[in-house]
């Protein structure tokens, strides 16, 4: 097995979606062999927003049961709750106090979100720093996310550098962020010139979540916003956002060829075939993971001792490299 290290997370807010699962859990699914993966729920960026506990405490598991019903494979990768492991919460402290507070305000991600709330957390702030350390405790090389992680990605980057240099020390790994050729910015039914979002996701015809029924998905498909014309092609022209963002779902999807897309395409009569096409193939794809997701969850004791499992293999890798940290930073580790 090649050595590197691979770190990813998924927040456990629920409406999980098809840009979640073509923008990160597919490709982490499809590379889980080849290198040395762990993939995190991070409940602990959920709270950034407010959250009802006894939803968040379902969510939680129904994330982890997600990803197991997607196909990651607990022989072959870590999976674990972030809270489990303590070294997370532990370690963002010691980089909050060498991360100066310009880089977090620069983040596009809480301009957006903070200026959709009244009263803004400090968790949403700091959000990036806990992520950060998410990957830089585990020396982990690369990140696969969506596009809409890579800036974060980058600061995490700009916060291993700073602490290597202060300390004048290779200590920690500087990660990079993968981000998929297809699938990177799957963009919303309903607007399709922004991105398909979790929180959106109960506005009707926004999002196909992954454990929507056939009928939904379909339904929701039906209803994607297109354009006028009856062009079926792939395009930059805003335009034809609708259109461009079926036919890269679709590309996604199937893993075609832009030209074998279109020629799947090539006898359609107009947008309604087009929508079809994209419904089916999507249904095929997310069937077999609902089913056993339903499976899975009937056993919420296993999943526990799987996450447990899980908790211990990340601890030991995280743990010391924060006790480390610590030394560098000056503090006295107990007895
Ligand atoms: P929200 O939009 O409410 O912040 P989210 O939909 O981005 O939530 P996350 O749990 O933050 O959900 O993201 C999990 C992973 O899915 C990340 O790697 C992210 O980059 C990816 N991702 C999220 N939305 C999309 C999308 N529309 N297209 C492709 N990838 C996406
Ligand atoms: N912030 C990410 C989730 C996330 C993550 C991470 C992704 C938390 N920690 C570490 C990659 C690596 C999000 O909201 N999509």
Known sequence: MDKKRVFSGIQPTGNTHLGNYLGAIKNWVAKQEEKENFFCVVDLHSLTVPQDPAQLRYETRSM???LLAAGLDPEKCTIFI????????????LLNCITPLGWLQRMTQYKDKSAKQESVLTGLLDYP???????????????????????????????AQRFNSLYEQEFFVIPEPVIPEVGARVMGLDDPTNKMSKSLADK?????????EPKEILR??????????????????????????????YKATTGKSEADVLADFA????????????????????????????YLMQDPAELDRLLAVGAEQARSVSQPKVDEMKQIMGLVLPG
């Not at 972030?82 to 402290?93: D, I, N, R, Y």
């Not at 090389?141 to 800036?151: F, L, R, S």
């Not at 926004?206 to 454990?211: F, G, N, Q």
């Open 64 to 66: 982890a049961a997600i």
């Open 82 to 93: 972030q809270s489990h492991v303590t070294a997370h919460a532990e370690g963002c402290w």
């Open 129 to 159: 720093v806990l992520m950060a350390g998410d990957i830089i405790f585990y020396d982990a090389h690369e990140v696969p996310v969506g596009e809409d992680q890579k800036q974060h990605v980058e600061l995490a980057r700009d916060i």
């Open 204 to 212: 009707r015809g926004h999002a196909v979540r992954i454990l929507d």
């Open 220 to 249: 929701s498909f039906k209803r994607a916003v297109t354009d006028s014309g009856n062009e079926i092609v792939f395009s930059d022209d805003p335009e034809k956002a609708g259109v461009n963002n079926l036919l890269g779902i």
């Open 267 to 294: 006898d359609a009569r107009g947008y309604g075939d087009l929508k079809k096409g994209v419904a089916e193939v999507v249904i095929e794809m997310l069937t077999p993971i609902r089913e056993r997701y339903e």
